[in-house]
């Protein structure tokens, strides 16, 4: 994913809910688990000739506290 579709994405839930604004943000993994976004780093690649020069790094710490089941997605 490039960093432009994220921006998309993200305007797409900011925009049309407040709901979505705050909205807790977490990474959901492929075992069920759900991690705590807790920063975001623009990062520049080391390797030279790499097709991407730079990368966007999620941070994600575990939960804090545990929330309920996700019952159903919205938008």
Not at 8 to 20: C, D, G, L, P, Y
Not at 43 to 66: A, C, D, F, Y
Request: net charge positive.
């Amino acid at each position: 994913m490039q960093g432009r579709y994220l921006r998309q994405v993200i305007n797409k839930f900011m925009t049309n809910s407040e709901v979505a604004n705050n909205a807790r943000v977490q990474v959901y993994m492929p075992n069920g688990e759900t991690f705590d976004v807790c920063g975001i780093q623009l990062m520049q690649n080391k390797i030279i000739g790499e097709r991407e020069s730079h990368r966007l790094i999620i941070t994600v710490e575990p939960t804090q506290w545990h929330m309920g089941k996700i019952t159903d997605r919205v938008g």
